[in-house]
């Protein structure tokens, strides 16, 4: 059973462009979270989608934002990139929801750069 | 504002028993409480959840006091490749608001 695909693996960009991040779960997870980890503060959640519903959403701003499809794949896009968004930002999928009530299995995560 | 609170590293010993506890002061009274480990270029993997008492799986033993401030996530006998970084999830409600809040992580660092 394949697991959590993050693409793309690494990329860079510059201050002011948008970024796209795409997350393929476990197959028949319906579940889809984002996190945010940096050396400074740590495992931060953004956002998580349930059947194409954001049902629960962290303290980011309005810069940051995802969907999920119909056949669970998720996005999301940060928008006018600051130096402070360089980070590997990371995928979970589970089969259950809410996110803490079950076990999250995460992908090996974006590591994007802003320069 | 909820905190989860860790301590930064330990050190140990093959063989050891490794015991590190997580601070979750704001933890929302129906969440459960979940342990992960960390790799270096890799994404956290599940080690245990539970609620409240004690929990025990095939790696790792969780204990959980009554009033769930607080969890200590025992490893029995860590090994090398136990070195990771460990962390505790949480959901944590604070002024109303629902917020999945992970630890600070602890920097476990097993010795030959």
């Known amino acids: 059973k394949a697991g959590v695909t993050q693409t793309p693996r690494y990329l860079i960009k510059t201050r002011g462009q948008q970024v796209t991040l795409s997350c393929s779960p476990i197959?028949?997870?319906?579940?889809v979270s984002w996190y945010q980890q940096t050396p400074g503060q740590g495992l931060q959640f953004l956002f998580e989608y349930f059947s194409e519903t954001q049902r629960n959403k962290g303290n980011f701003p309005g810069r940051f934002s995802g969907r999920q499809f119909s056949n669970s794949r998720s996005e999301m896009n940060v928008s006018t990139l600051e130096l402070g968004d360089s980070a590997l930002y990371l995928c979970a999928s589970s089969s259950l929801g809410p996110i803490n009530t079950g076990e999250l299995f995460f992908g090996e995560g974006s590591r994007l750069t802003v320069l | 504002l909820a905190k989860t609170t860790q301590p930064i590293s330990m050190d140990s010993y093959e063989g050891q028993e490794v015991n590190i506890t997580c601070s979750h002061n704001n933890i929302a009274t129906n969440d459960y409480i979940t342990w992960y480990q960390q790799f270096p270029s890799q994404g956290p993997r599940f080690i245990i959840q539970g609620y409240k008492t004690k929990v025990t799986n095939e790696v790792a033993s969780l204990f959980i006091p009554a009033d769930r401030k607080s969890s200590t996530l025992s490893l029995p006998r860590v090994s090398l490749s136990d070195t990771a970084v460990y962390y505790c999830?949480?959901?944590?409600?604070?002024?109303?608001?629902?917020?999945?809040?992970f630890g600070t992580g602890t920097r476990l660092k097993v010795l030959a």
């Open positions: 197959s028949g997870h319906r579940s």
């Open positions: 999830l949480v959901g944590a409600s604070t002024s109303g608001t629902y917020k999945y809040i």
